[in-house]
């Protein structure tokens, strides 16, 4: 079974531009899940889609954004790009999480570094 | 806001040595997980804990869930190299039904 594949793996852009990450999950999982990683904060949680549908969101500002297709492909968009912005964007996918406590194991990507200068 | 603290940041050791890896909180959750993640790559998840001290050991390393289910630790028994990476605790229960994870442990296991 192929694994979830992110792309691009890297990416260089400039502060103020826009950006959109691509994520593809394990087939027949539903759940998506993005989180950004830093040295700093760690891995944090940005959003949680299932059937198309974004079920839950982190604290993250607006310029966050994503969605899922049919398919369960999903991509994130970040807008106006800051130097803060600069990280690892780790796509994870599940069979889902509604209605349990205790959560499917996420299958993570290897991630994509984007480097905003 | 539920935070999981992990401790020690870094780790450095030698083969073969034993070592324990905590993870922390003041909040309750109802299952926690730990991953490893190495470099260029996703974390892998390792094991999934629910009930209240709860121990599972999956070949050298033994996880322990606490009995109020508010922290939980890893240990690692004769260490080898290739258990070097970042390992990180999640909690199930974030306030948007996500994961809350820690911000790992980085262990570094030399020859």
């Known amino acids: 079974k192929a694994g979830v594949t992110q792309t691009p793996r890297y990416l260089i852009k400039t502060r103020g531009q826009q950006v959109t990450l691509s994520c593809s999950p394990i087939?027949?999982?539903?759940?998506v899940s993005w989180y950004q990683q830093t040295p700093g904060q760690g891995l944090q949680f940005l959003f949680e889609y299932f059937s198309e549908t974004q079920r839950n969101k982190g604290n993250f500002p607006g310029r966050f954004s994503g969605r899922q297709f049919s398919n369960s492909r999903s991509e994130m968009n970040v807008s106006t790009l800051e130097l803060g912005d600069s990280a690892l964007y780790l796509c994870a996918s599940s069979w889902g999480t509604s209605g349990r406590t205790i959560p499917y194991e996420q299958y993570f990507g290897p991630g994509t570094r984007l480097t905003v200068t | 806001t539920q935070l999981l603290e992990q401790s020690p940041q870094f780790l450095s050791i030698q083969e073969g040595e034993n070592l324990t890896v905590y993870c922390n909180s003041s909040s309750v959750f109802s299952s926690l997980q730990w991953y490893r993640q190495e470099p260029g790559e996703g974390p892998v998840l390792l094991v999934t804990?629910?009930?209240?001290?709860e121990v599972k050991k999956l070949k050298r390393l033994t996880f322990q869930f606490g009995d109020a289910r508010k922290d939980s630790s890893l240990h690692i028994t004769a260490a080898q190299p290739g258990d070097t990476g970042l390992y990180l605790c999640a909690g199930a229960g974030g306030s948007q039904g996500n994961l809350i994870f820690g911000k790992g442990t980085k262990l570094s296991v030399k020859p």
């Open positions: 804990v629910v009930t209240g001290g």
């Open positions: 087939s027949g999982h539903r759940s």
